[in-house]
């Protein structure tokens, strides 16, 4: 990693903070360490294009395929929801929520039964139509969206959930969105916590680091750098867990290190050193 920090803009030097091996994450890779707001980098950064999360054949089309695995983001998105009320939005008054990265639109559909007017954006194709077959509404772009639905007034609410990992800037895919939040409202990030317990005694069982896809990395300090830059005031900041699920099936090995990273994902939440962030961030109400 070379060159100023995108967080925070600092030249830094990065230091090296773990070293992903090929035989367990399928790319041989770094997370290198800003030393002035402790944002993390992979090195050398992903080789992926929009096509690779838009395209048919890309493996977030087939997120979802069972039950089970579609009762955990339910719950996922269920906690989220609940941290967003929490934070002082009032989903049941009909609070407009735009999901950016929405997936096959768990978060969207579990906001609308909450009574929140709500809309998703999601590049892959595939999924914005299995969403709209469930009455979902997903659109491809802010652009889409805002042509043919939801009279193209701003959200009260905008939620990154899993994304700003996946972005080269993550300050200006921010910035990008600015004119889709009234002024006032607020930007909710779920993002993974690599200074997490899990992912500091054991780095390789931890799924947050996908080398192939995520750019960079945050702690709890990191992150706050990254809503202050983006010119928004933090209100809320919660450490929790990335659901770490216990498995029951599958070979000894996936058997043994699933269920042991679970284990330690969910100590770790339980001392209050989770691998997972909420915050909640307000957008200034002028200027």
């Not at 802010?142 to 993550?170: C, I, K, N, Q, T």
């Amino acid at each position: 990693m070379n060159g100023p920090c995108v967080v925070c803009g600092a030249a830094t030097d990065w230091t090296r903070y773990c070293v992903l091996p090929a035989r367990v994450f399928g790319v041989s890779a770094e997370i290198r360490r800003c030393a002035v707001c402790d944002t993390g980098a992979t090195t050398p950064a992903p080789a992926v294009e929009v096509e690779y999360y838009a395209g048919s054949q890309s493996h977030y089309v087939h997120r979802y395929e069972t039950e089970a695995q579609r009762a955990l983001y339910r719950s996922f998105a269920s906690h989220l929801l609940d941290f967003i009320e929490h934070s002082g939005a009032s989903l049941s008054s009909g609070a407009r929520l735009l999901d950016v990265g929405a997936g096959r639109g768990l978060l969207v559909e579990q906001a609308r039964l909450r009574g929140a007017e709500a809309a998703g954006i999601e590049l892959n194709r595939a999924n914005v139509e299995e969403a709209a077959a469930n009455g979902t509404p997903l659109f491809q772009s802010w652009e889409e969206l805002r042509s043919v639905a939801m009279g193209g007034e701003p959200f009260d609410l905008l939620v990154f959930s899993a994304v700003l990992e996946h972005v080269p800037d993550p300050l200006a895919f921010i910035a990008s969105y600015r004119a889709a939040l009234r002024p006032g409202g607020l930007v909710i990030v779920s993002q993974a916590a690599y200074d997490g317990l899990l992912p500091r005694i054991a780095p390789w069982f931890w799924y947050g680091w996908q080398p192939r896809e995520h750019f960079w990395h945050f702690s709890e300090r990191s992150l706050g750098h990254l809503l202050q830059h983006a010119g928004l005031s933090i209100i809320a900041m919660e450490r929790n867990s990335l659901h770490h699920p216990f498995v029951l099936s599958g070979g000894l090995k996936q058997f043994l290190g699933r269920n042991v990273a679970s284990a330690i994902g969910r100590l770790g939440a339980s001392m209050g050193q989770g691998d997972q962030l909420y915050a909640a961030a307000r957008l200034p109400r002028s200027g």
